[in-house]
């Protein structure tokens, strides 16, 4: 049963501590993406890797991280440098780097910082 | 820079209502435009995507959506709603014949369908 899970689904810290978002797709997908959701704002890229060992900032990167070690997995670090860390977090897959590839979604993880 | 705008956050009608819900982007070249459902408790998937041919396109559950290049419009239609449409709908754009694999997300409309 191919697809992407994201873990945990909700979420909660601490200020002032990091913690990380796990990513996992057996889709054989080169292309992985995160996003954060706000209400009224849509989705908002924070990383994207096309490849394994490359990532690229999306357009929020500030305040986060990630790895790609392995072709299915993309984990987001959230720091503590990340101002307004609450909100609902999206991985995506996608088969290639090219534009018109559709992207496929996790279930999403519900950060709350307390 | 490429953008895109939903004009309606949120649209309420009532089953069997006809539904078109807006987008229009921004970007000179050429695009590719999607639009993607979040059924409520449910992943965001693909309801349709153009990425050349033909204008209108036709995707899942009876929507269709028609790229109007002149416009810079890609709106979402369907003739007949139902309470099972209830659901946010997003509209997103990336540069078409491109390598980079950015998409670029409208802030969403949500629907309410009335029973």
């Known amino acids: 049963d191919g697809g992407i899970t994201q873990s945990p689904k909700y979420l909660f810290r601490k200020e002032g501590q990091n913690v990380t978002l796990s990513c996992e797709q057996n889709l054989n997908h080169d292309a992985m993406y995160w996003y954060r959701q706000d209400p009224g704002q849509g989705l908002r890229l924070i990383y994207y890797s096309q490849i394994v060992n490359d990532f690229q900032k999306g357009d929020i990167a500030e305040g986060y991280s990630v790895s790609r070690e392995k072709k299915e997995s993309f984990p987001l670090t959230v720091t503590s440098a990340q101002k307004n860390p609450t909100a609902f977090y999206l991985c995506?897959?996608?088969?290639?780097?090219?534009?018109?590839?559709?992207?496929?979604f996790g279930p999403g993880t519900r950060l709350t910082v307390l | 820079a490429q953008s895109v705008s939903q004009h309606n956050h949120h649209v309420i009608l009532s089953e069997a209502a006809s539904l078109e819900l807006g987008c229009n982007y921004s970007?000179?070249?050429?695009?590719?435009l999607f639009w993607y459902v979040q059924y409520p408790g449910q992943h965001l998937q693909l309801l349709l995507k153009y990425f050349s041919g033909d204008p209108l396109v036709k995707g899942i559950k009876g929507f269709e959506a028609e790229f109007i290049k002149s416009k810079f419009s890609f709106n979402l239609r369907k003739p007949s709603v139902q309470w099972s449409d209830t659901a946010e709908y997003f509209c997103a754009t990336s540069p078409g014949y491109s390598s980079a694999s950015k998409i670029i997300f409208g802030s969403g409309t949500r629907l309410s369908i009335r029973p």
């Open positions: 970007y000179g070249g050429t695009v590719n």
């Open positions: 995506a897959s996608s088969r290639g780097g090219d534009s018109y590839n559709e992207q496929f």
